[in-house]
């Protein structure tokens, strides 16, 4: 079974800062899609970027980067220049090729200080 | 064009009771998907649903849940008899047929709280 670790509870940046939240995960399959999904405090999940496993070039989206490292099962996300509505629960999920179903980590909290 | 629809926001239950959540997937999203969201916790799937088919229920407590999604309407996640235990946030997400690697397009969930 696919597991994701977020071994990060709870993170800060200052405004205007860098941030590199992590995220590991552990599969068996070659192909997959990895994803980053932010929980602002009104619930709404929102997809803040994915990566294909088959691509090598790490994904952007504006201020958000992932640096995803296959070998080593990581993907990890960098938000550049924060701002206060950055300030969310970030969970890393994971979904297999062929599947549907999205398996997410526990997440990591990250506060942005003005 | 509205997103996931989920409704009531906020539900509160005594212990007992049944609860009824209710989505209303994306305009042309065939496929809904529910996942439950504990205190503390990332998501967990439960079940996938097309139109009058359950697909995959495998993420289910094997009693007192179930779920629908008739030809008409919208999907029903039924809890009966709730306990404590089931005081969580649950979230529907629909997707269409050939885009599930987008990721799903997420509602803003209804988080039940037994009493």
């Known amino acids: 079974a696919q597991t994701v670790t977020q071994s990060q509870p709870e993170m800060s940046v200052q405004e205007a800062e860098t941030v590199t939240l992590s995220c590991t995960y552990d599969t068996s399959e070659s192909d997959y899609y990895l994803f980053w999904y932010k929980q602002p405090p009104s619930r709404q999940m929102i997809l803040v970027i994915r990566q294909e496993a088959y691509k090598q070039q790490n994904a952007t989206e504006n201020r958000f980067s992932v640096n995803f490292q296959k070998a080593a099962k990581s993907f990890s996300l960098k938000i550049s220049d924060s701002q206060l509505g950055d300030a969310a629960m970030y969970f890393c999920?994971?979904?297999?090729?062929?599947?549907?179903?999205?398996?997410f980590g526990k997440g990591t909290k990250l506060s942005v200080i003005p | 064009n509205a997103g996931v629809m989920q409704n009531p926001r906020h539900l509160v239950r005594r212990r007992g009771q049944e609860a009824r959540l209710r989505c209303s997937p994306m305009k042309g999203h065939s496929h809904v998907y529910w996942y439950r969201q504990l205190p503390e916790e990332g998501l967990k799937f439960m079940v996938y649903?097309?139109?009058?088919?359950?697909?995959?229920e495998s993420g289910m407590p094997k009693e007192r849940f179930s779920a629908e999604f008739p030809k008409e309407g919208p999907s029903i996640l039924r809890i009966q008899q709730v306990v404590r235990g089931d005081s969580a946030a649950y979230f529907c997400?629909?997707?269409?047929?050939?885009?599930?690697?987008?990721?799903?397009?997420f509602g803003s969930g209804t988080r039940l709280t037994v009493v």
């Open positions: 999920a994971y979904s297999g090729a062929g599947s549907y179903q999205l398996t």
């Open positions: 649903l097309q139109k009058e088919n359950i697909i995959d």
């Open positions: 997400a629909s997707s269409p047929p050939s885009d599930r690697e987008d990721g799903y397009t």
